[in-house]
């Protein structure tokens, strides 16, 4: 094989779908990991020692219970919708009730919880403030991302991604500039409003580009045992 048909072969591989789709994602990542250094460098910095393992006390047991809000929907959403792109109204309404509905429920317990999970000296308003970002406005933003992984709009999931790790940089950055002695109350005031934000536009965004939401109770009972065993295998 000679220079011209090896030139020709690699313009062609990265003038493919798969190709553009792959350089996409491998960019969204790196970014990611860069800017979420970045912003914990930052958070580690300003918050110190004793608000930074407060916060991240509360985020660690966020994460563990993650994979039960949306029990499964969003994986099961990719697999009805990536084969029949007309049910996408239906999975990604259901979605959103089981996101928010079950979002809801645990962040309500596991702020009942609070005084058994935490230590005393955590203000309850940043408890229940970072359980909504990171049970709720997580959920949703990870159902909104495969919901356009779903429609083979990979350059829209990468640009997503990377929007919301932008999002938490500039939450970090705002507390730099306008709070000079910060503590974990005020950072989760600034966490939240972030994930909301970036919450709400993400959800109208899909809208716009897919559809609106049209659930289906009765299908989104008989999907329940399925996305359970999704969420098992994600915790």
């Known amino acids: 094989m000679n220079l011209a048909e090896i030139k020709i072969k690699v313009t062609n591989l990265f003038q493919s779908s798969l190709a ?30 004793e608000n930074y393992g407060s916060f991240v006390a509360i985020t660690a047991v966020a994460n563990l219970v993650f994979p039960f809000v949306p029990l499964g929907s969003e994986h099961l959403l990719v697999k009805n919708v990536s084969t029949n792109r007309a049910t996408f109204s239906t999975n990604w309404g259901n979605s959103l009730v089981l996101s928010i509905v079950n ?3 645990l962040t309500l317990l596991l702020f009942l919880l609070s005084s058994v999970l935490f230590p005393g000296n955590i203000p309850w308003v940043a408890i ?48 730099v500039v306008f709070f000079p002695n910060p503590s974990v109350n005020t950072w989760s005031y600034l966490y939240c409003t972030s994930s909301v934000v970036m919450t709400v536009i993400t959800i109208l965004l899909i809208t716009k580009m897919l559809g609106l939401p049209r659930p289906i109770l009765s299908e989104l009972r008989s999907n329940l045992v399925q996305g359970f065993y999704f969420s098992i295998s994600t915790s």
Not at 21 to 28: A, E, K, Q, R
Not at 29 to 44: D, G, H, P, R, S
Not at 158 to 171: D, F, M, R
């Open 128 to 175: 229940l403030l970072i359980l909504v970002a990171d049970l709720i406005c997580l959920a949703l933003l990870d159902l909104g991302s495969k919901s356009l992984l779903a429609s083979n709009m990979v350059n829209k999931t990468a640009q997503l991604e990377v929007l919301g790790t932008c999002s938490k940089l500039l939450a970090a950055l705002s507390l």
């Open 103 to 105: 979002g809801t429920f």
């Open 20 to 49: 553009r789709d792959t350089l996409w994602m491998l960019f969204s990542k790196l970014f990611n990991i860069v800017m979420q250094t970045a912003y914990f460098i930052i958070i580690a910095r300003l918050l110190g020692k």
